[in-house]
């Protein structure tokens, strides 16, 4: 796999706080060009926020985000999509009205696509159809053509994901594409994602099947209450004492240890 | 053991079929003979021949209401427009038609132009107007939106009133009129039709579906790397060109304009229409309007209890048939329906 070392996007000291909870506090980590970077933690830990941040739906109270050397924090979202850092949402948001490959022709016809195509259209439903079938919709199943609202929540993840190649994005940050799948679907989806990374797309990955996203991912970030608990290879991550204190738990006995140690101590 | 359940009970079941041309696929048909072409002409060319012959069996009064009729058309398929396919609920039809009426009128007293030009240079005009009124509130979803485009026509009827300008309360009157009562039915009627036809192809093409999308999902457009604001202002252009073209073609077909224009009724009974004629359908809330309106005409006497008849018609709708006529109609009309032996 070949990837440079070179940070596409940077993030620095990020926080946000909801009321009196932090969310995200003072975070900074890169995601280097072309590598799929992990971002797991226990729920609540504000994995979801920290897309939210970086994509712009969420304005941070403190801290910046670098896309290469262009500052994005606080830009429209619109905007950041419009550089090419684009995201899926945890709860799937098709438009349900529309068939599947009609979902596609709001990305086709973003401003960022019509400027590399020279402001023609083209056959924007064959292109969308094209994506579908890259994704894993089955064309002779009519899949592409059904309304979204019918469609079981395996296609609408891959829906999501079809958005975000619909607009030849840079950056992908997926925001738990693999939850509620089946493993079945969850291993036919792996493939794509890899495929996506061969074609030179940089990823995020926010997952809790820690099994499926540490075959993915490059380096991983953990994160605990909002903040950054340490980020690694995949290897040193599961290895690592406080990583499997805070997201895998730790036993019963040892806990049971840990506070008579303490008990004790006081005494 | 299951005995007294009506399903056991019943000999025959209805059985329903949808008819062999309607592929599964919304909006997709399979023609293969000029009858499964009738089939889908007939209901259009219907609506349409309806529409220009119903001037010819009117008299002189009801030809007036005819006009009235196509201007609340017209609102109502604005209404349905924004709301069912960008999911703005505009309660401000009274704006755009007071908009178009008032510049209409304005440029009619003022710089003496004939309504040929003033009618369609206040209906751009008052679109822009209405667009850039509404602009701010654009952001808002639901029924904020709502609340605050209703607000608006009660707003400009009190500056007026306060400022005494635009004529005050009386209004400006000795406006230029169109030639002859069958002038203004047909003109307004073309207008209604090439509306009902422009929109229907509209919301299928890419800015259409673009429309929709937002409806469905905002914030997922956002995400494509698309302004929804941008894409809402030229929803409310649209919606507002039907209706300040009803505002400014009243002014000159009654040679006068006034508050009256910012009228409530212009804001409800489209929504009324809608919801009869079946929200989303487009055709539906025209029928609507052209049923509901005469009807109203004709219970004028009865004064203020017309606005009860409005809330009556609208309540049996919502609670008995809330998917309204159109979509009840065209569900029967694709399929077949049977009795079936058990």
Known sequence: ?267 | MTTNTPIAAKEERQERLDRGIKVRTEGLYALTSWREMSYLLAPRALLIFGLLFLPLLMDPYWQRVVCVAAVYALLALSFDFLAEYVGLVCLGGAFFIGCGGYISGLLNHHLGWSPFITIPIATIAGAMVSTLILLPCLRLRGVYFAIVSFMFPMLTVNIIVALNVFGGTEGISALATLPNIWFDQYIVIAVLIIALFVMRRLVNEDIGLIFRSIKDNDQAVRASGISITLYKIKAVFIAALMGCFGGAYMSHQYGWVGISLFAMDFSILPIAATVMGGGGTLVGPVLGALLLTPLSEALRGFGQLRVVLYCLILMGFIVYKPEGMMNYLQRKYHQFEHWRKV
């Open chain 1, 1 to 267: 796999m070949s990837m440079g070392e070179e940070a596409l996007i940077r993030v620095q000291n990020l926080s946000k706080s909801f009321g009196g909870v932090k969310a995200t506090n003072d975070v900074s980590f890169e995601i280097k060009r072309g590598e799929i970077l992990g971002v797991i933690g226990p729920n609540g830990s504000g994995k979801t926020t920290l897309v939210n941040l970086i994509t712009g739906f969420v304005k941070p109270d403190a801290g910046n985000v670098y896309f290469g050397n262009k500052k994005i924090t606080g830009l429209d979202p619109a905007k950041i999509a419009d550089l090419g850092i684009v995201r899926t949402f945890q709860i799937v948001r098709p438009y349900h009205s529309l068939p599947a490959y009609k979902n596609l022709i709001v990305p086709l016809n973003s401003p960022r696509i019509k400027r590399t195509k020279g402001g023609k259209s083209g056959d924007r439903d064959a292109v969308a159809i094209d994506i579908l079938e890259e994704i894993g919709f089955e064309r002779d199943a009519f899949v592409p053509y059904k309304i979204a609202s019918t469609l079981p929540l395996g296609y609408l993840k891959r829906l999501e994901l079809a958005r975000c190649l619909a607009l030849k994005p840079e950056v992908i940050l997926c925001d738990e594409v693999f939850s509620g799948l089946s493993a079945s679907e969850i291993m036919s989806m792996v493939p794509v994602i890899e495929r996506l990374q061969m074609e030179g797309i940089t990823i995020l990955m926010i997952e809790h099947r820690l099994r499926e996203l540490f075959r993915l991912v490059n380096r991983v970030v953990v994160l605990t209450f909002g903040e950054k608990l340490m980020e690694g290879t995949p290897e040193e991550v599961v290895s690592n004492q406080k990583v499997r204190e805070a997201y895998l738990g730790v036993e019963t006995e040892e806990l049971e240890e840990e506070e008579e140690e303490e008990e004790e101590e006081e005494c």
